[in-house]
């Protein structure tokens, strides 16, 4: 796991040491204080996961810039200040239109989103270490890390000790190690003594001070560090389990992909042994399918949002099956499947990429791979169009094989399969009324509330109105949040 939290620097424009550092340094305060062993352990993993829930608000932070290049310049300072998130704007290479209006507007819409922000990613990391099998401690210290000493934070509020232990050392972790592998200990030091009293526990920032010189040991042994730790205390984790988080987490980039990776494996499953994949094969199929698209998340988020693109952006575009197997080839546990979840975009006639491989080259669960792939995001939205009726996605995938690009064994069976587009059949609630259910799939699709009022004929209010009722009954303050507890529990 350590190895994929990874992604979590890298999608924020970070150091790729940076979690794992964090997961460590928050170790060793919580041993200074002789926290429980259950706090210390806790302590690491909610630090290794921090970010974990960051891609909930990819869209909205886009619409500034360079996701990636705006995360990592809001991390680097108060997040609370007005004047930061102009900088950290300017420093994502975004134009402000309109001079001055221009920034007021900015500034002015930065108090919505901040909340927002503060309430999706904290309820997406929460639920997804949950999903990782992580108890109390971690999943609560997730849900805190935009939470601030002086009570300026959120989504709760929380005023200093309010916040739990193992989430104020978090903090404090998070501030020393992201300015110390940008600079030096000295200003690690001097960002935690500006930061004292106001975003961090001032106790502990006194304590982190004591501990800075010990960050350039702790980074040069990281890794024998790290499995001393993963050794005295492993994670609840299981590879699908893990598959199944991280494949989430990609999804959550885009509204137009939430539920993707869910449905390519799904479909995988139901047809794997028809077309000869079978034992281990079809295991690793299974974990591929959870996470071929974990290397979107390195390309801004603006390019999957955009309906044409230019050379360039093609290029980064055609970059996310390579990331995605560097990145699992770091991973012990998932090695194994990396090459077949970077191979979803290969073609039996030369075609795809990032390899140009052919038929030859390509086995049976790589070429089941890329026509599932296919086949699901035939009848998905995209930026550039709306998603395709059943009968010409079927056309167009039938296209797909008689031209040579895709499998036709595979293909028939996609087509014989009795999910068709790998998306089980919504269940109903006992909780939700029948038009919130209608609301929160569309909320799922990432529909405004003008869209959804127009969609279902009724007024913004009333769709403010179910969607507020929907998150009380799900027990989330976001989109993000609902989307992730309707796919687990199958309402959408």
């Known amino acids: ?21 964090t997961g460590l340094f928050a170790m060793d305060l919580a041993c ?14 909610a630090g290794l996961l921090r970010q974990l829930g960051c891609t909930a608000y990819a869209g909205e932070w886009s ?14 300072g108060d997040d609370m200040s007005d004047v930061h998130l102009a900088r950290s704007v300017t420093r994502a290479n975004t134009s402000l239109k309109g001079g001055v209006t221009g920034l007021a507007r900015l500034l002015s819409s930065s108090r919505r989103l901040r909340p927002q922000w503060y309430a999706a990613s904290c309820d997406a990391g929460r639920i997804l270490a949950e999903g990782l099998g992580f108890g109390v401690e971690v999943t609560r210290a997730l849900d805190e890390i935009h939470e601030r000493w002086d009570g300026a934070g ?4 929380l005023v200093g000790d309010a916040a739990s232990i193992v989430g104020r050392i978090g903090q404090v972790a998070h501030v020393a190690v992201v300015f110390f592998l940008d600079g030096d200990v000295k ?26 010189p010990l960050l350039a040991t702790l ?5 024998e560090a790290a499995e001393a730790v993963l050794g005295a205390a492993p994670p609840p984790l299981t590879a699908p389990k893990l598959a199944a988080a991280f494949g989430d987490f990609a999804d959550l980039q885009t509204p137009s992909t939430v539920g993707h990776s869910r449905a390519v494996a799904s479909v995988c499953d139901a047809v794997a042994e028809n077309v000869g994949v079978t034992g281990d094969d079809r295991a690793r199929l299974a974990l591929a399918a959870r996470l071929h698209d974990l290397g979107q998340v390195l390309v801004p988020t603006g390019i999957w949002l955009q309906k044409t693109w230019t050379a360039h952006e093609r290029d980064a575009a055609n970059t996310h099956p390579m990331m995605t197997e560097r990145l699992l080839s770091a991973s012990p546990m998932l090695k194994d499947v990396a090459r077949l979840a970077g191979a979803h975009h290969e073609r039996l006639d030369g075609s795809g990429y990032p390899r140009n491989l052919s038929a030859s080259g390509l086995s049976r669960a790589e070429r089941l791979l890329a026509a599932a792939d296919v086949w699901v995001g035939l009848r998905e939205p995209r930026a550039h169009r709306a998603a395709f009726e059943l009968s010409e996605a079927r056309r167009l995938l039938q296209t797909e094989a008689k031209e040579g690009r895709l499998d036709p064994d595979c293909v028939c069976a996609l087509l014989g399969a009795e999910s068709p587009d790998g998306r089980p059949k919504p269940r109903a609630s006992s909780d939700l009324t029948s038009r919130e259910l209608e609301v929160l799939r569309l909320l799922a699709r990432g529909a405004t509330n003008k869209e959804i009022a127009r969609t ?10 179910h969607t507020i009722h929907i998150y009380q009954k799900l027990g989330v303050r976001s989109r993000a949040g609902a989307v992730l507890t309707a796919l687990k529990t199958g309402l959408v």
């Open 154 to 157: 959120g989504p709760n509020g």
């Open 187 to 212: 200003m690690a030091r001097d960002a935690l003594e500006l930061q004292s009293g106001r975003a961090l526990d001032p106790v502990l920032t006194k304590l982190a001070l004591s501990l800075t």
């Open 219 to 223: 980074a040069e042994g990281r890794l």
């Open 63 to 76: 619409r500034l810039g360079n996701d990636i290049a705006l995360r990592r310049a809001i991390l680097h």
């Open 456 to 465: 279902l004929r009724i007024s913004d209010r009333t769709v403010q109105h």
């Open 32 to 45: 200074e204080l002789a926290l429980p062993d259950v706090q210390r352990r806790a302590a690491f993993y």
């Open 1 to 21: 796991m350590t190895a994929l939290a990874t992604v979590l620097d890298l999608v924020n424009g970070l150091a790729p040491e940076k979690s794992l550092l």
